[in-house]
């Protein structure tokens, strides 16, 4: 968010708190927009005031931690989570949203996770072993992936016993960035390559983090979505597949041309899909069909081999 707009938005909400003081929310909004202004501790300063108002308002209340994790305070995240925030744990989309805060670089307590972010670094030096018990102790979440992320930032860690327990641990938590989920996938699978074949696992990913991701597991990725008939996630998986220069199967391709043949979306990753199967000789009616449907929205010329096809089909 630019400058400008960040302080539009702090004058309308410091018009708000003018008209409602005894709300919450206000405080909250201008807490967030600290937060992203990175004056966090300006944005404490609000979400208290904020919980002052309501004890039990959950976004101020994960503002109010990101904000301890974003100054460092690691030891002081970890001990109000377990004294304000179990509950949240029990909420799915406030966990998730939490959770998301903590690894991200740039966090806010309402997150778009479908968007590509960057992990935060961290590094936990002599407060490791102190984190790692209160960890073990509690099944911290915050905890968790403090050390998770300083794993992640010191991939040639030596506690390589602790890492892989708490992986296995916390690699089906909701909110964690695709970037940190595949590193700790990747690391599990040396001792448990079964964990490829995990599909609810798979069906967490919303884009593929980089060109790291093996091609097998990518393609996973893939046909995981392909069989929720969830347009927007297809497409923005098939956009980072492609911006990863990783190439789909053919079952994928094809799977991915009848998903949208059937729901009658044609764009150029679905040309683009029916020509290289055409290229590879997968030749099936769906192909054609689509091809033709292609070619009455005027969406590119087809080639004279391409022409056979479809009126070998019929069409």
Same mark, same amino acid.
């Given at each position: 968010?630019?400058?400008?707009?960040?302080?539009?938005?702090? !004058?309308?909400?410091?018009?708000?708190?003018?008209?409602?003081?005894?709300?919450?929310?206000?405080?909250?909004?201008?807490?967030?927009?600290?937060?992203?202004?990175?004056?966090?501790?300006?944005? /404490?300063?609000?979400?208290?005031?904020?919980?002052?108002?309501?004890?039990?308002?959950?976004?101020?209340? !994960?503002?109010?931690?990101?904000?301890?994790?974003?100054?460092?305070?690691? /030891?002081?995240?970890?001990?109000?989570?377990?004294?304000? %925030?179990?509950?949240?744990?029990?909420k799915?989309?406030?966990?998730?949203?939490?959770?998301? #805060?903590?690894?991200?670089?740039?966090?806010?307590?309402?997150?778009e996770?479908?968007?590509?972010?960057?992990?935060?670094?961290v590094?936990?030096?002599?407060?490791?072993?102190? !984190?790692?018990?209160?960890y073990?102790?509690?099944?911290n979440?915050?905890?968790?992936?403090?050390?998770?992320?300083?794993?992640?930032?010191?991939?040639a860690?030596?506690?390589?016993?602790?890492?892989?327990?708490?992986?296995?641990?916390?690699?089906?938590?909701?909110?964690?960035?695709?970037?940190?989920?595949?590193?700790?996938?990747?690391?599990?699978?040396?001792?448990?390559?079964?964990?490829? $074949?995990?599909?609810?696992l798979?069906?967490?990913?919303?884009? /593929?983090?980089?060109?790291?991701? *093996?091609?097998?597991?990518?393609?996973?990725?893939?046909?995981?979505? *392909?069989?929720?008939?969830?347009?927007?996630?297809?497409?923005?998986?098939?956009?980072?597949?492609s911006?990863?220069?990783?190439?789909?199967?053919?079952?994928?391709?094809?799977?991915?041309?009848?998903? %949208?043949?059937?729901? #009658?979306?044609?764009? +150029?990753?679905?040309?683009?899909? %029916?020509?290289?199967? !055409?290229?590879?000789?997968?030749?099936?009616?769906?192909?054609?069909?689509?091809?033709?449907?292609?070619? $009455? *929205?005027?969406?590119?010329?087809? +080639?004279?081999?391409?022409?056979?096809?479809?009126?070998?089909?019929?069409?």
């Open positions: 968010m630019d400058l400008s707009r960040l302080e539009i938005r702090k !004058i309308k909400y410091n018009a708000y708190i003018e008209k409602h003081p005894e709300k919450p929310y206000g405080y909250y909004a201008l807490g967030e927009l600290e937060m992203i202004s990175k004056s966090y501790g300006t944005a /404490i300063n609000y979400f208290t005031k904020a919980l002052s108002l309501d004890d039990n308002y959950p976004r101020a209340k !994960i503002g109010y931690l990101i904000c301890l994790v974003q100054e460092q305070k690691y /030891i002081q995240a970890i001990k109000y989570f377990s004294k304000k %925030c179990t509950y949240i744990a029990k799915n989309i406030l966990l998730r949203d939490m959770l998301n #805060g903590i690894c991200v670089k740039d966090a806010v307590t309402n997150p996770i479908e968007k590509p972010a960057t992990c935060r670094k590094n936990l030096g002599n407060k490791y072993y102190r !984190i790692y018990w209160m073990r102790r509690s099944e979440p915050v905890a968790a992936l403090l050390l998770a992320l300083h794993f992640y930032e010191n991939k860690n030596k506690q390589e016993k602790h890492r892989i327990s708490l992986f296995e641990d916390l690699v089906n938590y909701p909110g964690i960035p695709e970037a940190l989920r595949w590193f700790m996938i990747k690391t599990i699978s040396d001792k448990k390559p079964d964990i490829f $074949e995990d599909n609810s798979a069906a967490l990913f919303n884009y /593929i983090p980089g060109k790291e991701v *093996l091609t097998s597991y990518a393609n996973k990725i893939f046909s995981v979505a *392909l069989l929720t008939n969830n347009e927007h996630k297809i497409n923005r998986l098939y956009r980072s597949i911006d990863s220069f990783i190439p789909l199967t053919n079952d994928n391709m094809w799977h991915f041309v009848y998903v %949208c043949h059937q729901k #009658g979306r044609y764009n +150029s990753s679905v040309m683009f899909c %029916c020509k290289s199967l !055409i290229k590879s000789g997968w030749i099936d009616s769906v192909i054609a069909g689509a091809i033709y449907k292609m070619k $009455e *929205l005027n969406m590119g010329g087809l +080639s004279g081999k391409e022409e056979e096809i479809i009126k070998l089909f019929g069409y």
